[in-house]
């Protein structure tokens, strides 16, 4: 069963574009929700997170859009830079301190 | 910022052989956890631990065991390594207490022939 589904598995933007990476989940009760990114050859790191009061979290050119009706959410990446080229994972935090990870989609930034 | 180590970094084992990794923490987190990353996959929850004594099964427990004989240790234990653990495993501590955050450690490359 998988519990955390991310879409697309790669994309490509060019530099200067909103890169928008999707997330759906199964389980309403759900409340914890980061996303990492892990660069090649490197581990995964904490990038940004919310939690279901909040529709949305805005840090920099990062911003989650959370819908709890639907059990999605989305990373958008505005002004990408080639810099941002990297594995994106969704998470949650599926029950005390349980933390699943999605597939991970890989995002390619082209100067 | 924790501090997750991990031993070795890379390691070849042999079909049959036992197999252990290594993970300490320098930063009393309650929670540490080891994953596995293989492509097509994302990162898989193998076990997990909420302190000293404690170990959870994850997602993906069958043919592994842990160990947290201390807040600081937590090693994964391969009885019988087959080929199918080849994978690279990350070890990862968390705070609790209210804070979901993960702090990894750097991986191990761990190839069984």
């Known amino acids: 069963q998988q519990q955390v589904r991310q879409s697309p598995q790669s994309l490509t933007v060019w530099e200067g574009e909103t890169a928008i990476l999707n997330c759906s989940y199964e389980?309403?009760?759900?409340?914890?929700f980061p996303w990492y990114w892990q660069f090649p050859r490197e581990s995964p790191a904490l990038l940004i997170a919310?939690?279901?009061?909040?529709n949305k979290k805005e840090d920099g050119r990062f911003t989650i859009f959370f819908n709890k009706r639907e059990k999605k959410l989305s990373l958008h990446i505005t002004d990408s830079q080639p810099g941002d080229s990297a594995t994106y994972f969704c998470a949650v935090d599926t029950n005390a301190y349980k933390v699943i990870f999605g597939k991970g989609t890989h995002l390619h930034v082209l100067p | 910022e924790a501090a997750v180590t991990q031993s070795p970094r890379n390691k070849v084992a042999v079909t049959g052989g036992k197999v252990t990794l290594s993970c300490n923490q320098t930063n009393n987190h309650n929670n540490m956890y080891w994953y596995r990353q293989d492509t097509g996959h994302g990162l898989r929850l193998i076990h997990y631990?909420?302190?000293?004594?404690?170990?959870e099964k994850g997602d993906i427990p069958d043919g592994y065991k842990a160990s947290r004989p201390s807040q600081e240790n937590f090693s994964l234990i391969l009885e019988l390594a087959t080929p199918s653990q080849t994978s690279v495993y990350f070890c990862?501590?968390?705070?609790?207490?209210?804070?979901?955050?993960?702090?990894f450690g750097h991986g191990t490359k761990l190839s069984v022939l």
């Open positions: 990862a501590s968390g705070p609790g207490q209210g804070d979901e955050r993960l702090f």
């Open positions: 389980d309403s009760t759900f409340d914890y």
């Open positions: 919310i939690r279901p009061v909040s």
């Open positions: 631990s909420y302190g000293a004594g404690s170990t």
